[in-house]
Every structure is written in C-alpha cells, then in structure tokens.
C-alpha cells in the first residue's frame, strides 16, 4: 500500500447530487399505516416510498390541499 495517492484526477462523485439528509418528522398514524401496506405489497420500505412520494410531488409542482382547514 502507498503511503500516499494523487486523486487530482478522480471523478467526481455523480451520486452527491442525491445525498440525503435524515430528519425528524410527525406523519398520523393512517399515514405510516398506508406506506406500510403498500410497502407490503411492492417490497420497498415504506421509508423509501414516502421519499418517492414526496420527491414526485415536489418534481411535478404539486400544491397542497388543506381539506382540514
């Protein structure tokens, strides 16, 4: 092993566009429970397809809707 290398002509990393970044978040109970049963059906953790989920609705520009206001 050398004691030492030259990265000056590395790549750079094309995946550091789609770090994530762990956060603290309350969703309702019929939130977690419906991620969890589709997570059940299609084999992903429900984790991710929430990430999926929201990262589509902020990629397609969605806007919320209060229905509870």
């Known amino acids: 092993m050398k ?3 030259d990265f000056s002509d590395a790549i750079k990393n094309p995946y550091t566009k789609r770090l994530r970044q762990q956060i ?4 309702n109970n019929e939130a977690v429970a419906y991620f969890k049963a589709q ?5 992903i953790p429900y984790q991710t ?4 989920y929201l990262s ?11 229905s509870w206001q």
């Open 24 to 27: 603290t978040i309350n969703i």
């Open 3 to 5: 004691e030492e290398y």
């Open 49 to 52: 397809l929430i990430n999926l």
């Open 39 to 43: 997570s059940a059906e299609v084999g």
């Open 56 to 66: 589509d609705c902020a990629a397609q520009g969605r806007k919320l809707h209060m």
